[in-house]
Each structure stands twice: as C-alpha cells, then as structure tokens.
C-alpha cells in the first residue's frame, strides 16, 4: 500500500467540501480525465462517480464508489478503470497546527497492475499520489481563501 501525507492551509471540512463534490474529481485525481454523472447522494456509501480514464481517443469509462464515508475525517473508495484494474483508497484528514494533515493510501487490488512489482507499484502510484495532493490542496486552501473574502470561493 502505498502512502502520502500533505499539510494543508486549511480546515478538514474545507478539504472534505472537495472531497464530497463528486463533479471537482476530474480536477484534483491525477488520470480521470472526465466526469459523466455523479451519484446524487454522493459521497455516502454505495454511490458512484462514473468518470473516463486515460486520453482521447483510448479513453476507458468506469466508475469509483464509496465505501466508507465519516466526514470531515474519512473517506474510503474502490477506483476502477478497467482493463487496468481496481484499486482501494482511502483519504484521512487530521487536524494540524497549521490546518490539517491528510493522507492518501492507494493499494491495487485487482488486474493487470497487481504483477507489477511492488517497488514499481509504489514509485508510479506515490508521484501520482503526490500531484493529487497537491491538486486537492489548491482546491481546498482556495475554498478557505475564498470563504471570507466575498470572491474566488464557492457559493455553498
């Protein structure tokens, strides 16, 4: 299993407001490259986001689902993108001194990926892991930002 951790500026509801907009999944999640729906009552488990991997034209359409959601601390995910494979998520936020730390655990769980070997597995998924991070801290920092300065927030 692979591990990454970011501090981020800002509160663990700010960082969980991302995490519970399914339509921002494209925008922070390194290869989902688009969203086609977004369960309604996401992110409560058993919903899905049906998302597209890869690049146009050899895009593959699959789905991410919940499986544990415990906000604003956790969120627990089963990524699919076959003929890739599966893969099990889980996003922790603790508070922190300087807002909160969160945390990014990716396993492959299914496919073609879990012979490749672990040493590769965690090299590729942990730079991955750590432009998602630092995708999602933009986002959620911005939204901190945003929430008392009467602009560049969101609406909510």
Known sequence: MTTRSR?????????FDVLADGWLYTTWVVGAARIRDVDPDWPRPGTRIHHSV?????????????????PPRRLALTARAWPGGEANIEITVEPHDDGCEVSLFEEISSGPGK????????????????ESLTRLAMLSEGRKRGSGSGGGGSAD
Do not use: Y
């Not at 501090?7 to 960082?15: E, F």
């Open 54 to 70: 890869g690049l146009w034209p050899a895009m593959t359409d699959d789905t991410t689902h919940v499986v544990a959601c415990e």
């Open 7 to 15: 501090v981020m500026h800002c509160s663990p509801q700010d960082v």
């Open 115 to 130: 012979f490749v070997p672990k040493i590769l597995q965690d090299i590729a998924i942990g730079l991955r892991n750590d």
